[in-house]
């Protein structure tokens, strides 16, 4: 199957996405860097995440999606930690594959087309950390799913997550990359139950 993913300043991706269990644990306030279209119903399930589903939408009712470009909207002091802009744009370029490695071939990933049962995923990276022996990686993010002909928000997600590397032969941003792969893991297994699959 053909694949369209658009991928400018491009990556990261959804929805960790919009599953995970839920938690009591007190949280800070709430971040946010006014990526998403709203934050109005976003509420804490772990010390570093924060998710909103909208009761208004099913998703067994989305079977294509549109991957837009990935955004970064580091702060200063992450800016002034980034060693190579290079990374960067890799890793914006990451989460689009992870993402469609992950949906097709049961679901289908477009470029610019809305339609009915077509969802719209928006990412943005707020905070990124390379990984070390005995150190690590880290991402943080915020993430939304869209209905492609209402722009309203199905589902929204801000999160932080730490993963370990292999000693030996370990590439910086593993951590960062496999955080990316679980959540589109998780995002790929929350619509096969919206599907009964």
Known sequence: MKVFVSVSICSLAVFTMFSGCESSSSSTELPTTGFLSSYAGL???SKTSYRYINPKYDLGNYTKFIIDPVEVIFSRQTKGEVKSWDDIEKLKA??????VDSLEPRYTVVMTRPGPG????????????RSAPFKLGSISMEVE?????TSEQIAALIESQKKGVPFYGYDPWSGAKAVMDDMAKRFYN??????GY
């Open 43 to 45: 509420k804490p399930i």
């Open 118 to 129: 077509v969802g719209r995923i928006r990412v943005a990276l707020t905070d990124v950390e």
């Open 190 to 195: 929350r619509l096969e139950e919206a599907h």
């Open 145 to 149: 799913l869209l209905d492609s002909q």
């Open 94 to 99: 990451y989460m689009p594959r992870a993402l």
